[in-house]
């Protein structure tokens, strides 16, 4: 009785015990064939875009040659954006070199897939005008492959260069984001309170105390402050970045508008009236929503194509 009882639970727990196994192979085998489908997708809609760029006669040489030149537009329109926001003086100011390099980032990600796409469409170019020649009967060996073929090998390495530079994009676009928000914030609900804006704040009063003071005298009374005599600011680099922020956008006054500008500001400014750090929180959103959705979009596009061309098993 008791032998039969021990057998019993013996063969129960050997029977739990190989379910438990058998539940994990399992789960393992369907995580695999899983893995598996995701590839033979990949490698399908691979596949399907190599056949539409490798098409015959006219439409398939111009759908080649478009997709170039259009990655090639988009990487010389990045690069123009970059050279833009080198030589910006907002931007620099408020966010540094962020920009600049979410932007070069950008171009490097599109000029690498730009030469991935010429590189194929040069050999299938070469490939079906040399199948064409040797259908005529004009050269007996006129199939060899095109000249400068890169290797199977190098091939990948470019398209892991590619799903790297596209990593940078989408993180440096992120961040951009982040800080022009986190700018966007300070400008208009904090400002003078901390950070940058208090200098530049600070800065101001320093300089509308000693405007007013100097427009007592009759003979200075339209007179910019940077002519008064004895004009001596504390922080020249702030004062010159107010006088630069009033003559490019014709703002008044920094975190409250003022009624009078304290350097000469143009009659047409875009931003006469409104206060300084106001035109400013619009101006940094606005380029860091541009920069930022760009980058992401474009850098998420890029990387679901490294992936699949890094995947792809009949390159």
């Known amino acids: 009785m008791y032998g039969g009882g021990i057998q019993n639970r013996w063969s129960t727990a050997t029977t739990n015990q190989a379910t438990q196994y058998a ?23 691979v596949g399907s875009g190599f056949r539409v760029c490798q098409g015959t006669g006219c439409l398939g040489c111009c759908t080649r040659w478009l997709i170039c030149i259009f990655t090639l537009a988009l990487a010389m329109t990045a690069g123009t954006g970059a050279w833009m ?19 070069i980032s950008l171009t490097v990600s599109l ?10 469409a040069y050999v299938q170019s070469y490939r079906l005008s040399a199948r064409d020649r040797s259908t005529a009967g004009f050269i007996a060996n006129s199939m060899q492959d095109a000249p400068c073929i890169l290797s199977v090998r190098a ?3 470019l398209f892991f260069l590619v799903f790297l530079m ?8 992120g961040c951009v984001l982040q800080f022009g928000g986190r700018m966007e914030r300070q400008l208009l609900h904090n400002c003078g309170k901390s ?78 009236k409104m206060s ?7 101006f940094i959103w606005t380029a860091s929503l541009a920069v930022g959705v760009t980058n992401t979009v474009i850098g998420v596009l890029l990387l679901c194509l490294s992936m699949s061309l890094l995947c792809y098993g009949d390159l």
């Open 111 to 120: 000029a690498l897939t730009f030469f991935s796409f010429a590189y194929t």
């Open 166 to 173: 596209a990593s940078c994009t989408v993180i440096v676009g």
């Open 155 to 157: 091939l990948r390495t």
């Open 276 to 282: 300084c750090s106001n035109y400013m929180a619009n």
């Open 23 to 45: 539940d994990q192979y399992d789960a393992k085998a369907t995580r695999a064939k899983s893995m598996r489908g995701v590839k033979a997708s990949c490698n399908d809609c």
């Open 195 to 272: 950070g940058t804006t208090h200098y530049l704040e600070v800065a101001y009063e320093g300089l509308s105390k000693f405007h007013d003071k100097c427009k007592e005298d009759p003979k200075h009374k339209d007179m910019p402050v940077h002519e008064c005599p004895g004009y001596q600011p504390t922080e020249p680099a702030y004062a010159a970045y107010l006088r630069y922020l009033e003559a490019t956008s014709g703002c008044m006054g920094f975190c409250k508008r003022a009624e009078k500008p304290l350097y000469a500001v143009p009659g047409d400014g875009v931003a006469k």
């Open 85 to 103: 926001a080198y030589y910006n003086l907002h931007l620099r100011f408020w966010l540094a070199h962020l920009v600049y390099l979410a932007l």
